[in-house]
């Protein structure tokens, strides 16, 4: 069965960076456009970036441009969030998820993907 496991998140000041890491297990994950998305407290789930199954294209929501980075390594069946300039905002839990489709114009709907990890949490202190 797939399954999907966050790790990496924690405690961080506002303007520090934490880098996210997801590992994968049991899917042709080269196939899989992943993405991570975020849950604050209290709110929706919401898309933070996707990356497609090569790599070559990512998209990124208007909050996380030129803060966060996605990227991932087919060999190891692992995806990343690297995330800098880190503010309170910020905080929730965040979720790596997947989907065997291209980072179009839905990939920000959590109901586009089919799979989900349990999440790992991130606190950003002001």
């Known amino acids: 069965q797939v399954q999907l496991v966050e790790s990496g998140g924690g405690l961080v000041q506002a303007g520090e960076s934490l880098t996210l890491s997801c590992t994968a297990s049991g899917l042709r994950f080269d196939k899989y456009v992943m993405a991570w998305l975020r849950q604050p407290p209290g709110k929706e789930r919401e898309g933070i970036s996707c990356?497609?199954?090569?790599?070559?294209?990512?998209a990124y929501s208007d909050s996380a441009k030129g803060r966060f980075t996605i990227f991932r390594d087919n060999a190891k069946n692992a995806l990343y969030l690297q995330m800098n300039s880190l503010k309170p905002e910020d905080t929730g839990m965040y979720y790596c998820a997947a989907v065997r489709a291209w980072c179009g114009g839905s990939w920000s709907r959590p109901s586009f993907y089919n799979y989900w990890g349990q999440g790992t949490q991130v606190t950003v202190s002001s």
């Open positions: 990356i497609s199954g090569s790599g070559s294209t990512t």
